[in-house]
């Protein structure tokens, strides 16, 4: 057991790093991917700023000049991002700045978090540098444009003054270009890296994930296989109990009803042939001993039947409820005509049971309610019903009925109502119900009110 859960944890554990892992990974290339996308427009927007320059250097026209300042303001947004977050200001002038650099706003917050996070380790600190360092030539650039716009204004630039000024503004936009394309490789290598990084790691987390899987399913496999062995024996000892124990129980019921049958069998023979000789005193104690016999011999036989009904718990076969009904009636013609009883079936289904069990179920509850009676003629009603897993049967009758504290009572084995000690019984019958119900996958239960009746109840599963 303790393997078994040490190996769903590393399962646990190595699940929730890949998950974490990926979820950090794919965080961390979505930041690398927004400032890679960041550098595109840094890179566009200091060469369309010097060429918006060198253009108005070339004709004078200054629509060109509020090109080349609304250019310039790209990298210089972007710098200013940067500056933010190395003094460890606000996330509003980061983002700011961040929105002058064009970059977009659902990337800020992973950009904002990469630096951060990142910024002391080795491929952020360099990709950094590599930054900071176009700060001095975007700023040169900015400066340069103003202060050319002001001489140019004023017709103070010569010729030889503004092809020098061309060729500057050149060697800034080269170098930009060298230090923007450095910063787009770094962050490139990044982005490999981390993603080769993501693939073994996977790789490797999966195999661990398979492996102790695999690991735990041979372990539940060899245990089941183990389990199924033992219920294999189990079931093999078991049969081999109930066929002993039927027999046991059989030389037992003869054993202890042979010498039952020796003791009425000569006190039936000592009052016929000394019922002259005996008084009144003597043929009384000789009937209690007799009687006492006879359901001594009634109770073994009961406690037969009820064993029995533990042991026989294979032999289902369809059966037609109706034509079964019909025997117990048969049955019962005597006591019927006798106490002018009636029984009214509804339509009963045909189901797999056990049919002696079943016939033996019905005789039992109907043998009650017949027994159990009111001072009315005894009126029961057989029904039947069914739900997605069981069939649901009731036993009505009119007789005295059942206290609610007895309800649970009444099927345990040998308890009798006391209200019932004077009539004939074992405190058997609900017992074996019981227990032929539970056979049969269902359950039993009583409702009832004193002195209007009962309703016993059970079910039987549609799964056998």
Request: aromatic letters at 10%; glycine letters at 4%; hydrophobic letters at 45%.
């Given at each position: 057991?303790?393997?078994?859960?040490?190996?769903?944890?590393?399962?646990?554990?190595?699940?929730?790093?890949?998950?974490?892992?990926?979820?950090?990974?794919?965080?961390?290339?979505?930041?690398?991917?927004?400032?890679?996308?960041?550098?595109?427009?840094?890179?566009?927007?200091?060469?369309?700023?010097?060429?918006?320059?060198?253009?108005?250097?070339?004709?004078?026209?200054?629509?060109?000049?509020?090109?080349?300042?609304?250019?310039?303001?790209?990298?210089?947004?972007?710098?200013?991002?940067?500056?933010?977050?190395?003094?460890?200001?606000?996330?509003?002038?980061?983002?700011?700045?961040?929105?002058?650099?064009?970059?977009?706003?659902?990337?800020?917050?992973?950009?904002?978090?990469?630096?951060?996070?990142?910024?002391?380790?080795?491929?952020?600190?360099?990709?950094?540098?590599?930054?900071?360092?176009?700060?001095?030539?975007?700023?040169?650039?900015?400066?340069f444009g103003r202060s050319i716009y002001s001489l140019k204004d004023a017709e103070k630039l010569s010729d030889a003054a503004r092809l020098q000024s061309i060729r500057e503004i050149s060697d800034i936009s080269t170098r930009l270009s060298e230090k923007e394309s450095a910063f787009s490789q770094k962050l490139d290598k990044v982005a490999r890296d981390i993603k080769m990084f993501l693939q073994w790691l996977n790789i490797f987390l999966i195999l661990v994930i398979l492996g102790v899987t695999s690991l735990f399913a041979m372990r539940m496999l060899n245990s089941l296989s183990a389990s199924e062995r033992a219920l294999k024996t189990t079931i093999i000892e078991l049969n081999d109990t109930n066929r002993e124990l039927e027999h046991f129980t059989h030389i037992a019921s003869h054993d202890l009803k042979e010498p039952l049958r020796m003791v009425t069998g000569f006190l039936t023979q000592l009052q016929a042939k000394y019922k002259d000789q005996l008084d009144d005193k003597a043929h009384t104690y000789i009937h209690y001993a007799v009687d006492g016999a006879t359901r001594m011999k009634r109770l073994i036989d009961e406690l037969l039947e009820y064993s029995k009904t533990g042991i026989s718990q294979v032999g289902y076969k369809k059966v037609d409820l109706n034509e079964l009904m019909e025997e117990v009636k048969a049955n019962f013609q005597g006591v019927l005509n006798e106490t002018g009883a009636g029984i009214v079936v509804g339509a009963l289904p045909q189901i797999k049971v056990n049919r002696t069990q079943m016939l033996q179920l019905f005789q039992n509850l109907l043998g009650n309610a017949i027994k159990y009676r009111s001072e009315a003629a005894p009126e029961i009603y057989v029904n039947a019903a069914s739900n997605n897993t069981h069939w649901v049967f009731s036993v009505q009758d009119n007789g005295r009925g059942i206290e609610p504290e007895y309800f649970k009572k009444i099927f345990i084995i040998f308890q009798r109502l006391e209200t019932d000690k004077k009539l004939d019984g074992t405190g058997i019958g609900l017992a074996i119900c019981k227990k032929i119900a539970e056979n049969h996958g269902g359950e039993i239960w009583v409702t009832s009110k004193p002195g209007k009746g009962s309703t016993f109840f059970f079910t039987i599963s549609n799964q056998l």
């Open positions: 057991m303790k393997q078994k859960k040490l190996l769903l944890l590393v399962v646990l554990i190595a699940s929730i790093i890949l998950i974490l892992t990926n979820f950090y990974t794919i965080k961390v290339l979505s930041a690398v991917r927004a400032y890679i996308n960041g550098e595109s427009e840094f890179s566009k927007g200091q060469k369309d700023a010097s060429i918006f320059l060198v253009t108005y250097l070339q004709t004078g026209n200054k629509e060109y000049m509020y090109g080349f300042s609304k250019a310039i303001s790209i990298p210089i947004g972007d710098n200013i991002a940067r500056t933010s977050l190395t003094n460890n200001d606000k996330d509003a002038l980061t983002t700011q700045g961040f929105l002058m650099g064009r970059n977009h706003t659902d990337d800020i917050p992973d950009m904002i978090w990469l630096f951060k996070t990142f910024h002391n380790i080795s491929f952020m600190q360099q990709a950094i540098e590599i930054w900071a360092a176009t700060e001095p030539l975007i700023n040169r650039l900015d400066s």
